[in-house]
């Protein structure tokens, strides 16, 4: 069985500034990934990130990055310089192999609002 | 490049009626996935079907069904609508199906009212 847990129902942040959303995992597969997905008020999933088990780099996608470390079982997102337009729903989620093959299973999601 | 389509885009029906959604992968893609997206329940796997076979199943009763076509749109079922079954029901494909991990891009959702 794989899970995520987000702990931060809502967070603000200030126009510019950079802000972190918290993400944990747990899996017992050795090959996994992890995504961050963005879902506006219009309700579509909008694929920010992705980290796959074996990278050893983070991954950073414009200014989106995602702080991965396996031994804590954590991969938040880092969103930097935000934007107003960022201000939405955020879910991470895991995708490994076994009884959980191909799908993925999110978070409770953060909400995010950026202030002028 | 058109990304994942989905129609209609709202749908409402009355308890006992059939729904059907429907999903058009993005060109290429021949893993398609449906989630459902019920208030106070977060996203919830539904449904998986790759090369027209369904690859795994959510936790979801048998009223939920589904099928892929020849080319690789796919068909989203619900029989006898119950009004816990009201919530966003969002389609989404990926490139490779069956290689862990792979990216899935989802589409727009039908929003599905059953009163």
């Known amino acids: 069985a794989q899970k995520i847990t987000q702990t931060q129902p809502g967070m603000f942040v200030q126009e510019k500034e950079a802000v972190t959303l918290d993400c944990t995992y747990d899996t017992s597969d050795q090959s996994y990934g992890l995504f961050w997905y963005k879902q506006p008020s219009s309700g579509e999933m909008i694929f920010l990130i992705y980290q796959g088990s074996y990278d050893e780099q983070n991954a950073t996608e414009g200014r989106y990055s995602l702080n991965f470390q396996k031994a804590r079982k954590s991969a938040n997102l880092v969103i930097s310089a935000s934007q107003l337009g960022d201000s939405a729903m955020y879910f991470c989620?895991?995708?490994?192999?076994?009884?959980?093959?191909?799908?993925?299973?999110f978070g409770q999601g953060t909400i995010l609002t950026v202030h002028p | 490049e058109a990304g994942v389509t989905q129609s209609p885009t709202h749908l409402i029906k009355t308890r006992g009626q059939q729904a059907t959604l429907r999903c058009s992968p993005i060109?290429?893609?021949?893993?398609v996935y449906w989630y459902q997206q019920a208030l106070g329940l977060g996203l919830q796997f539904l449904l998986w079907?790759?090369?027209?076979?369904?690859?795994n199943r959510g936790n979801f009763p048998p009223r939920f069904s589904g099928r892929q076509f020849p080319n690789y749109s796919s068909e989203l079922n619900v029989n006898a609508l119950e009004l816990e079954d009201s919530a966003l029901y969002l389609c989404a494909s990926s490139l490779f199906g069956r290689q862990i991990p792979d990216t899935q891009y989802f589409g727009p959702g039908t929003r599905l009212t059953v009163l």
């Open positions: 060109s290429g893609h021949t893993s």
């Open positions: 989620a895991i995708q490994s192999g076994g009884t959980s093959y191909g799908k993925l299973t």
């Open positions: 079907y790759d090369e027209g076979e369904e690859r």
